[in-house]
């Protein structure tokens, strides 16, 4: 998979809720998207940008619990940064992700895989990308708790973040079989209260007219090959 990870890295943000830690991403200047069940405590909200840090403005918090969503309004803008634009849906079936895990301490970490089902359920049938990590498969190893939130990014755009992981009773927050749930960019968008949006939006650029010649004159292209 090609993608240059250093135009998603400055985006994404530590969020910290209590004793409750996740990822989130940053959509405009002023907006981070984490998922509900990070800041689901309702205590003070730190978002952490870089070596930046933000308050939020809890009463303009945007909160849907059945997408797992929280939509996060800074104090202050965090300017200087590129946003990550989202799209409706996926375009294709590799993904990536970066985010902060418990046990990485503040060090942010990639995560890819491939997309099994773009229009499937999660555990608690509710609609989710339905995402295999060699990564998440691999071992016995702990939660993956820290990155909830985490942006899902195909083709340079957002098309979810990470919600949650198939895990047994016995083994919570571990994911088994390599499975993981993302909540989908067009839940994303309707909770932001923007249209769907199948791709970005790239600006058109009209070809050069030729110039007008002649009737006894013509054009002449020279190849170097």
């Not at 375009?91 to 985010?99: C, F, S, V």
């Not at 970490?109 to 990564?135: F, K, W």
């Not at 199948?198 to 110039?211: C, G, L």
Request: glycine share 12%.
């Amino acid at each position: 998979m090609s993608f240059d990870i250093s135009i998603l890295r400055p985006a994404c943000a530590t969020v910290v809720s209590g004793a409750e830690r996740g990822t989130g991403y940053l959509v405009d200047e002023c907006h981070v998207v984490t998922c509900e069940h990070v800041v689901r405590g309702g205590g003070a909200v730190t978002v952490q940008l870089g070596e930046r840090k933000f308050t939020v403005n809890a009463p303009a918090t945007v909160i849907d619990a059945d997408a797992d969503c929280a939509v996060l309004e800074l104090t202050v803008p965090a300017t200087g940064i590129t946003p990550l634009q989202i799209v409706s849906a996926p375009t294709g079936l590799e993904w990536m992700a970066y985010g902060f895990p418990g046990l990485a301490g503040e060090i942010g970490l990639p995560l890819n895989g491939t997309i099994q089902d773009p229009q499937g359920m999660d555990v608690l049938r509710r609609p989710a990308l339905v995402l295999y990590s060699d990564q998440a498969a691999a071992g016995q190893g702990p939660p993956l708790g820290g990155f909830s939130g985490s942006p899902v990014m195909v083709g340079g755009l957002v098309v979810g973040h990470l919600k949650r992981v198939l895990s047994s009773k016995d083994r919570p927050g571990r994911p088994e079989l390599g499975y993981l749930f993302a909540t989908p960019g067009s839940e994303i968008l309707r909770v932001l209260g923007r249209p769907a949006q199948r791709v970005a939006a790239v600006a058109k650029v009209e070809p050069p007219s030729a110039a007008q010649i002649g009737e006894d004159q013509y054009h002449v292209f020279i190849s170097s090959s």
